[in-house]
């Protein structure tokens, strides 16, 4: 999953096909046509969250897997700017 977070306003936002803005709308990001490749711009800085950690996160804690005080972990991370399926406009 493609995220776009703006150190502006410390808005995430999930990118979809059509243009997606952060609250102050000095951020931006869009998925290409392929919808594995995505765009971003402005003062976004690229987030990515593993879809299997996530959805295995979520199956955990609907089935009572093991719990943590702060939650269930999943994978998480900073999209490197050389990415070749998140790409700076411009």
Request: proline share 7%; net charge positive.
């Amino acid at each position: 999953m493609k995220l776009i977070f703006c150190p502006g306003c410390e808005d995430i936002r999930k990118i979809h096909f059509e243009l997606t803005y952060c609250f102050c709308r000095s951020s931006w990001g869009k998925y290409e046509q392929d919808g594995d490749h995505a765009i971003y711009g402005g003062e976004a800085i690229p987030v990515a969250i593993g879809n299997r950690s996530f959805t295995s996160a979520i199956r955990a804690s609907r089935t009572g897997g093991p719990r943590r005080k702060e939650g269930i972990p999943f994978k998480a991370w900073i999209v490197p700017t050389r990415s070749p399926t998140f790409k700076k406009s411009g």
